[in-house]
């Protein structure tokens, strides 16, 4: 069995998607229209310095894991059992599920990467060389109660999200333990209760979009479960506020059988997240 594992935030680097939008050039133009900018030029050049800006960034990494998914099918063939995106690469994913097509894909991320950038105040920090578990016995001891965990992304590797000034007073609490604590350059405390707001506004724009039945199963950030065809609204807008269940998500694929994994969009962060996983 085969599973691809798409990206999210935090993948993207100047120059991704290469000959990728000349290959798949009417795609581009449609992505051009939607977006009101060049997809290539923001990519490739990045000229005015957005791409690291949640705005843009959401938009460029799902095109470019969309235009590598199809690049992928294109030339194998070969579709897969089970998908699995990070995040913002859980659109990939039902992208790749036939849920909804390139351009219904396009709108969502980029209606949710403009609300996500303007929740302001937050921060995040990935904590590394502790177990989730030891991260919350420290949070719950150190009365750290602003925090919480966005990503459960291996067993040595977790996410934070809290006010910001919350995250700065954890460094240093976390710092006694010996963990590597790297504060996120994000504007927002993404995953947690402080989207609330962003939860709530996209939940009523995802009510005017009819989704299909996913084709394939594709695992939920929220519950590391296959999505149902009855709550693809609901998981989507649940995902804004609730963590990401990848270590589970990763162990629920493992347990299918023999499986083959494929990271398909930019970077291989989620390729090495899974070596750690099955460690």
């Not at 709108?107 to 403009?114: A, F, P, S, Y």
């Not at 499986?259 to 750690?276: D, H, Q, R, S, Y």
Request: proline fraction near 4%.
């Amino acid at each position: 069995m085969l599973t691809f594992l798409f990206p999210g935030q935090g993948s993207q680097f100047k120059g991704m998607g290469g000959t990728l939008f000349d290959e798949f050039s009417n795609l581009t133009q449609k992505a051009d229209a939607l977006l009101g900018y060049s997809i290539k030029k923001l990519c490739l050049e990045d000229p005015e310095q957005q791409l690291n800006q949640t705005q843009f960034t959401q938009p460029a990494i799902y095109i470019v894991s969309a235009l590598n998914y199809l690049k992928k099918i294109q030339e194998t063939n070969l579709k897969p059992d089970y998908a699995a995106g990070h995040s913002l690469g859980e659109y990939s994913a039902l992208f790749a599920a036939d849920v909804f097509d390139f351009e219904t894909g396009i709108k969502l991320v980029k209606k949710r990467g403009e609300l996500m950038s303007k929740a302001e105040g937050g921060g995040m920090a990935a904590i590394m060389g502790l177990t989730a578990e030891k991260i919350q016995e420290i949070i719950a001891e150190n009365n750290l109660l602003g925090i919480t965990i966005a990503n459960f992304n291996s067993d040595s590797q977790s996410v934070i999200s809290g006010l910001k000034n919350d995250i700065e007073h954890a460094q240093s609490i976390f710092k006694n333990f010996s963990a590597t604590f790297i504060p996120l350059k994000v504007s927002g405390a993404f995953h947690s209760h402080l989207m609330e707001t962003a939860h709530q506004e996209f939940n009523i724009y995802l009510q005017q979009f009819v989704f299909n039945i996913p084709s394939l199963p594709v695992l939920a950030n929220v519950n590391a479960k296959p999505y149902h065809p009855l709550i693809i609204q609901k998981n989507l807008s649940d995902q804004m506020t609730h963590s990401v269940q990848w270590t589970q998500t990763i162990r629920y694929l493992l347990s299918q059988g023999a499986m083959e994994f494929a990271e398909i969009g930019p970077g291989n962060v989620l390729t090495g997240l899974l070596k750690n996983i099955q460690n």
